[in-house]
């Protein structure tokens, strides 16, 4: 069975860098098939897909337009892990954010965290 | 970018009803749209993926339909777990998009 597990602090200043950190079990980063992604949620957003990397004999990454300036997925072989950083964040990054492996559709999810951009 | 309509907001339905959910795309993804159930304080739960392909450990009463920009969700029949929120989601294109969800509420 495939468990996410997320980690990363839960408040970030206006401005800093937002990190998150997703470790795979029951799978692994390196996969030829899957995705690992980053997805956020709030209120007024809805459900955002913000990006993802891939290994397909080489690493790929794709990002959304909205961030793209801003973030950088990277995968981490030796931990079997991916990360999420997101720069220059402002109150409108306040969302709860998900990581999640997808094959077909987002089949595995972490369990989501609250990051909160305030001073 | 496409984006996925949803349709109605909210279904008010007892237990036992069936229901049916519409996700329409601006634009034609084929057969790759998935569907999604989220319940309060969790994360959501794939129930169907490539249009009408149920996921693993997903029930019977749970069939998806369609092609190209017009999709359905069917509930055969709701049991009181059903009452959520449900997305329709598209990976035919980058970037993924989500439709804004529908609330299945009971009546």
């Known amino acids: 069975q495939v468990q996410l597990q997320q980690s990363g602090p839960g408040l970030v200043k206006p401005s800093q860098t937002l990190s998150l950190t997703c470790a795979i079990s029951g799978d692994s980063v390196s996969s030829n098939s899957a995705a690992w992604t980053w997805i956020r949620q709030s209120p007024s957003r809805g459900l955002e897909w913000l990006g993802g990397t891939y290994y397909r004999s080489k690493w790929y990454n794709d990002y959304a337009v909205s961030v793209k300036s801003r973030i950088t997925i990277r995968p981490d072989t030796s931990k079997n892990q991916f990360s999420l950083q997101l720069n220059s964040v402002t109150p409108e990054d306040t969302a709860i954010y998900y990581c999640a492996r997808e094959i077909g559709g987002f089949d595995f999810w972490g369990q989501g965290a609250l990051v909160t951009v305030s001073s | 970018e496409i984006v996925l309509t949803q349709s109605p907001a909210t279904l008010s339905l007892s237990p036992g009803e069936r229901a049916a959910l519409s996700c329409r795309a601006s634009q034609s993804v084929s057969s790759s749209l998935a569907w999604y159930q989220q319940k309060p304080g969790q994360a959501p739960r794939l129930l169907i993926y490539?249009?009408?392909n149920r996921a693993i450990d997903i029930p019977a009463r749970f069939r998806g339909s369609g092609f190209g920009t017009d999709f359905t969700l069917t509930i055969s029949s709701l049991e009181p777990e059903d009452f959520a929120v449900y997305f329709c989601q598209q990976r035919s294109n980058w970037p993924r998009t989500f439709g804004q969800g529908t609330k299945v509420e009971i009546k």
């Open positions: 490539d249009a009408s």
